[in-house]
T-cell receptor
Framework: KAGVTQTPRYLIKTRGQQVTLSCSPISGHRSVSWYQQTPGQGLQFLFEYFSETQRNKGNFPGRFSGRQFSNSRSEMNVSTLELGDSALYLC???????????FGDGTRLSIL | GQQVMQIPQYQHVQEGEDFTTYCNSSTTLSNIQWYKQRPGGHPVFLIQLVKSGEVKKQKRLTFQFGEAKKNSSLHITATQTTDVGTYFCAGISTGNQFYFGTGTSLTVIP
């Protein structure tokens, strides 16, 4: 069974640009959550999607948005990038949301 | 807002010593999960605790969920170099939202 796949693995952008990250969950998993991981801040919850609907949202500005497609694949978009957005962005999937999260390897985003 | 605090942030132990990390929530949790992230890797699920006062063991790892369902601990007996990594607790609220702790980074000195 294939795991959670995130693309791209690495990304370098400059301030003001926008970026789209992709996540393909484990087959059959309908819940996809996104997290931002930075040193010292741990895992900060961004949002969770279930059946194409945003079900939960963390405390991030509106520059961070996401969506989920009918095949459960999800994308996260960050607009008007800031230096502080440099982080590892992790996607996790589960069957319905409260089960154990299966994480992808993440996308490491660097803002110059 | 809801917070899950985890202490200590860092822990260095000699191989063979015990290790404990503690997780505290500001509100009552529905359940709690523990994850381990190896250096350069992604978090991997270890265990889930659901019942008040629950204790679960996995070989040298012992997990506890407090009676009030607001705190939890992970204890490793006789640490080994393979235990190196960051251990996260994740509190799940009654609204089914995950709140990850800040993690405890464990270094095991051979």
């Amino acid at each position: 069974k294939a795991g959670v796949t995130q693309t791209p693995r690495y990304l370098i952008k400059t301030r003001g640009q926008q970026v789209t990250l992709s996540c393909s969950p484990i087959s059959g998993h309908r819940s996809v959550s996104w997290y931002q991981q930075t040193p010292g801040q741990g895992l900060q919850f961004l949002f969770e999607y279930f059946s194409e609907t945003q079900r939960n949202k963390g405390n991030f500005p509106g520059r961070f948005s996401g969506r989920q497609f009918s095949n459960s694949r999800s994308e996260m978009n960050v607009s008007t990038l800031e230096l502080g957005d440099s982080a590892l962005y992790l996607c996790a999937s589960s069957l319905t949301g409260v089960q154990p999260q299966h994480f992808g390897d993440g996308t490491r985003l660097s803002i110059l | 807002g809801q917070q899950v605090m985890q202490i200590p942030q860092y822990q260095h132990v000699q191989e063979g010593e015990d290790f404990t990390t503690y997780c505290n929530s500001s509100t009552t949790l529905s359940n709690i999960q523990w994850y381990k992230q190896r250096p350069g890797g992604h978090p991997v699920f270890l265990i889930q605790l659901v019942k008040s006062g629950e204790v679960k063991k996995q070989k040298r790892l012992t997990f506890q969920f407090g009676e009030a369902k607001k705190n939890s601990s992970l204890h490793i007996t006789a640490t080994q170099t393979t235990d190196v990594g960051t251990y996260f607790c994740a509190g799940i609220s009654t609204g089914n939202q995950f709140y990850f702790g800040t993690g405890t980074s464990l270094t095991v000195i051979p």
